[in-house]
């Protein structure tokens, strides 16, 4: 299945049937027209996968790149102009966005409809052919975009492949373009290290634990809000950028404390595993991984709020907990789950350190009024993202890349950044006859050489000999 499908996509692409902006335009239609008249049955797939609350099924979110695609997309396609230089002189010289080729696309669990459809719209965007390969674990709307895709977009150049380990092998082990993986950092080194056999370009959507700094001088319940939203209201923090822990200061972290614990039950109520605004943990694996986290013994007497789990529903409550041990299971890994340490600090300066020793997050986040401290955040702390006053919302921003470092992935898209990480910027420089340069050719000789340093330097004097020399060629 793997081998044939890599194979007549890379037959069809050849056909260059997938280069004219119109192809690519009517698969983006196809995408958008998708979205809009299956909506509800995408929205009852993410439910039955993920329990998903319809606010959350970020369906909007795809339209808006699709639409965002189709009005860009042109200028997109462009080749840019650039200045040809004096060696090249006369000349013409431009950028062109070419399609890779035949790229593979492998989603994730967490946002299965999202993960899967966005990353595609950048490789139809920029002409490529596509294999989608969604998650398993999301069976439901793995199933769904099986069906739905081939029955809305161009299915000898679009294809989607589902299965489990075994398939998602097979299909890393063909020649791809382009490798674009969302998951985790196990299997991302996997995608990797399979990729580099065909020396293959990746790009790693990955994760971490992303921290949220809250200074002391901030409105403690706007700020609880706003991470509280970013937190459990992404699909109960199984979200690669939701927030993992909270530093803030000794001072401080009463008040927070508070405001958090009103902010939850106001947003799910006195039982929140009963609220279906909630999202259940996606599987049993899930579910007991993070009550290991919770049950540690140096962890389980720091629940200050919530804790409560009903394994049959696959649901566990918003959770905070105070002043865990850094050297903690929860501390040393990615959290992915609705448990929210709080560490205190003396100073907030000190959340630097901590921060820097860990491994680069996907996003770092910073509650401050301090400009001060927001210069220092910003230049201090290597993140994939650097979010100020607010977490999670600077995904819905189309003109900001996504994407991660060190850890925390390679590469990035959304909007412009999806055209780009599927296109490879071709350069090309275009001569005519005329123009030579005796300078250029050998024998080499000391004035040649002088002639030609004296070019590269921007002497003028040296720019009109060479010139000159055009007629008398070589």
Known sequence: MATAAAEQLRESFLTGKTRPAAWREAQLRGVLRMVTEMETAI??????????????????????????????????????????????????????????????????????????????????????????KPSEIASATSTLLAELLPRFVDGSFIKVVEGGVPETTALLEQKWD???????????RIVLSLAAKHLTPVVLELGGKCPVVVDSNVDAHVAAKRIAVGKWGCNNGQACVAPDFIITTNSFAPKLVESLEKVLLKFYGKDPLQSPDLSQIVNSNHF???????????VS??????????????????TLLLDVPLDSAIMKEEIFGPLLPIITADKIHESFALINSMTKPLAAYLFTKDSTLQDQFENGISAGATIINDTSIHLTNLHLPFGGVGESGMGAYHGTFSFEAFSHK??????????????????????????????????????IQAISGCARGA
């Open 178 to 188: 382009k490798i674009f993986y969302t998951g985790n950092g196990k299997v991302g």
């Open 426 to 463: 071709k350069a090309i420089l275009a001569r005519c006859f005329i123009g030579e340069t005796k300078a250029r050719y050998p024998p080499y000789t000391p004035e040649k050489l002088k002639i030609v340093k004296g070019v590269l330097k921007g002497n003028l004097l040296a720019m």
């Open 288 to 298: 007991n991984r993070l009550s290991r986290l919770m049950d540690e013994e140096m």
């Open 43 to 132: 929205c009852d797939a993410l439910h039955a996968d993920l329990a998903k609350p319809r606010t959350e099924s970020y369906v909007q979110e795809v339209k808006s790149s699709c639409k965002f695609a189709l009005k860009n997309l042109k200028k997109w396609m462009k080749p840019q102009k650039v200045s040809a230089g004096v060696l090249t002189f006369p000349s013409t010289a431009r950028i062109a966005a070419e399609p890779l080729g035949v790229v593979l696309v492998i989603s994730a669990w967490n946002y299965p409809f999202l993960l899967s459809v966005d990353p595609v719209i950048g490789a139809i965007a920029a002409g490529n052919a596509v294999v989608l």
């Open 301 to 318: 007497d720091k629940v200050v709020f919530g804790g409560q789990r009903d394994e049959l529903q696959l649901k566990i409550s918003p």
